[in-house]
């Protein structure tokens, strides 16, 4: 009841001083601001819901300051460092009966074993990865040589071409050289068929 | 000359913010111009499911022509694609998907635009974030006006919305705040604009105590109408109006007026009294102390122009930007921003009725000055005439 009391002091408008005349709301808002900053912040639980109410209108007020000075550093250090072994540290500080003892040197018993097994299987995987290996590499030799072979044909094959490329050139040429020889000689053939003809008949006149 | 309003949907019972905004305008014009409306056949704003089975009807004299909705909406689908571009970096063609998705998607209305685009001197396009927005504008900018009704919602940020800013030849702006977001998001200042916002309907006839004896309603209230949803922020107001009570020890009552999306707490000084009619509603916001808007995003909240039309003060959300705003220029409404103002500001109004009678009475003045129809028609107008000049 007396909280409400003091509460209610919070509605009283003789606070706030307001022109009647001339409202200005920008200036009644900032007085309620003013006012709103000196009022005690209140206990815990108020705290909280204040809390509550300002993350609801936007982003809260700043928190209580954490513990400053080296102590703090190191101890928010560590802290740090330790979490990732919190649950192994919570484990370990768990108090262990018999019985539990017991659980764990069987559980331990039955990983010997299981581990035994599997490395027994993994030998034999081993053994089976060597032989699948070695006839792979045979295959992949026998298919090198091939390949080899076939690269060496190859070139041969490219040189073959080459020089009966150059051959054909070669005769490409000879044949318009006797071409051009021909058609000489034609025109020297021509030229004395001509003269054989004027001789005649210079004789014959 | 004739106007066609383009909105996304349109009916008298239809009582969303842009919509009413739309069908009041185009009411009011009808005076000067030949007007007609192009909308959908939608009625629900999740789906927009075809609902109005005519393609044709008459309106309040004005001819409405309706278009179908091809595609409907799917929720899950829509939130999903808007969360993806809201979060990841995207390409333009995600966000026209998400354009499409939001809807009402509806081909028909568009290509009926361009092939009567003759027909019309001008199309005033409302509500810019939806499709028929932003492909009637970018497929006629040069006869587009737009109403955006935008608010400061993330998705006003997206690429597509930049550009559409800048393409049509005016822009009719709802408020100061609306109009500084959107010139700063997109540089359109060259753009012709104005701040009009809207008018609106008071009814002949309302009366407080039969309010009072109808729902059985004692003693000082407080009131909040409109949709009874999360994005109004009704939670928050729920949480401060309870724990207000809890510490001050008053008996004011709180009463919500409006379709409810919301789980309203139980509680004896919280009446919930669902949609009421147009007569009811001014009877309620008549006798109450103070409306009530904890809303974040508005472009102008026409309920707050009503409430300040019947001399009634208001305590809105300071983080919204336009409440806060309309509340300084017309020195009507308190605002804030966590539960401490929000209890200093409600007790200091509770406790002096002076204070709640000069910011009514500054509240009407301020409508009176902005929002009577006949500033809203002359605003309107001097916008055609000045388009027409640069013809």
């Not at chain 1, 041969?156 to 021909?182: A, D």
């Not at chain 2, 929000?342 to 301020?366: D, H, T, V, W």
Request: hydrophobic share 35%; proline share 4%; net charge neutral.
């Amino acid at each position: 009841m007396t909280d409400k009391k003091e509460q209610k002091k919070f509605i009283k408008k003789e606070e706030i001083n307001i022109d009647y005349d001339n409202i200005d709301v920008a200036d009644i808002m900032d007085q309620i601001k003013r006012k709103i900053a000196t009022q005690p912040i209140k206990a815990a639980e108020g705290d909280l819901k204040n809390e509550a109410f300002y993350s609801s209108f936007g982003p809260s007020p700043a928190g209580p300051e954490e513990p400053s000075g080296t102590k703090a550093k190191v101890k928010k250090l560590l802290l740090r460092v330790m979490k990732p072994f919190s649950p192994l540290i919570k484990v370990m500080i768990f108090p262990v009966h018999q019985e539990t003892q017991n659980n764990f040197d069987q559980t331990n018993r039955r990983l010997d074993l299981l581990n035994e097994k599997l490395e027994g299987e993994l030998g034999k995987i081993h053994e089976k990865l060597d032989h699948l290996n070695q006839a792979t590499n045979k295959r992949v030799d026998l298919a090198f040589e091939g390949l080899n072979k076939a690269l060496e044909y190859t070139k041969l094959l490219h040189s073959l071409s080459h020089n009966i490329v150059v051959e054909l050139t070669k005769l490409k040429i000879e044949q318009e050289n006797l071409k051009v020889k021909i058609r000489i000689m034609e025109k020297d053939f021509e030229f004395l068929g001509r003269k054989e003809k004027a001789i005649e008949k210079e004789i014959f006149k | 000359m004739k106007l066609a309003f383009v909105v996304q949907r349109y009916g008298l019972e239809i009582s969303g913010g842009a919509e009413l905004h739309c069908r009041w305008v185009a009411e009011h014009m009808k005076k000067y111009f030949e007007v007609e409306v192009l909308t959908t056949k939608a009625f629900d704003y999740i789906t927009w499911k075809d609902h109005y089975p005519r393609g044709e009807e008459v309106i309040n004299g004005i001819p409405v022509k309706r278009f179908s909705v091809t595609r409907t909406r799917d929720p899950k689908r829509f939130g999903r694609i808007q969360n993806y571009i809201l979060e990841n970096e995207h390409r333009l063609e995600d966000e026209l998907k998400w354009l499409e998705e939001e809807g009402p998607y509806s081909p028909s209305l568009i290509k009926y635009i361009n092939e009567h685009q003759n027909d019309y001197d001008y199309f005033i396009f409302f509500s810019y974030r939806y499709y028929h927005s932003y492909c009637g504008i970018n497929s006629l900018p040069q006869k587009s006006i737009l109403v955006p009704t935008a608010e400061h919602d993330p998705v006003i940020y997206l690429k597509i919305f930049k550009d559409l800013f800048r393409k049509p030849r005016a822009i009719i702006y709802n408020s100061v705040e609306e109009k500084n977001m959107i010139n700063s998001l997109s540089q359109n200042m060259d753009v012709l604009g104005d701040i009009i916002g809207v008018g609106t309907e008071i009814p002949s006839q309302f009366s407080s105590e039969g309010f009072r004896r109808k729902y059985q309603i004692g003693g000082d209230y407080i009131i909040y109408i409109g949709r009874i949803d999360k994005n109004k922020g009704c939670h928050k107001l729920f949480d401060c109006f309870l724990r207000f009570k809890d510490e001050i020890g008053s008996d004011i009552k709180l009463v919500l007026v409006g379709s409810n999306k919301l789980k309203i707490p139980s509680h004896s000084d919280i009446a919930y009294l669902g949609f009421l009619s147009e007569e009811d509603k001014f009877s309620a916001l008549e006798g109450a102390l103070l409306l009530m808007m904890p809303s974040f995003y508005e472009s102008l909240s026409m309920v707050t122009l009503e409430a300040w039309a019947l001399r009634i003060p208001v305590l809105a959300n300071a983080r919204c930007e336009v409440l806060k705003g309309q509340c300084m220029r017309s020195n009507a409404g308190l605002f804030y921003e966590n539960y401490e103002e929000f209890r200093e500001a409600l007790g200091l109004l509770i406790s002096s009725p002076g204070l709640c009678e000069a910011m009514g009475k500054n509240g009407q003045e301020y409508f009176r000055q902005n929002y009577t129809w006949e500033v809203i028609e002359n605003k309107y107008l001097s916008i055609l005439d000045q388009l027409e000049k640069e013809k």
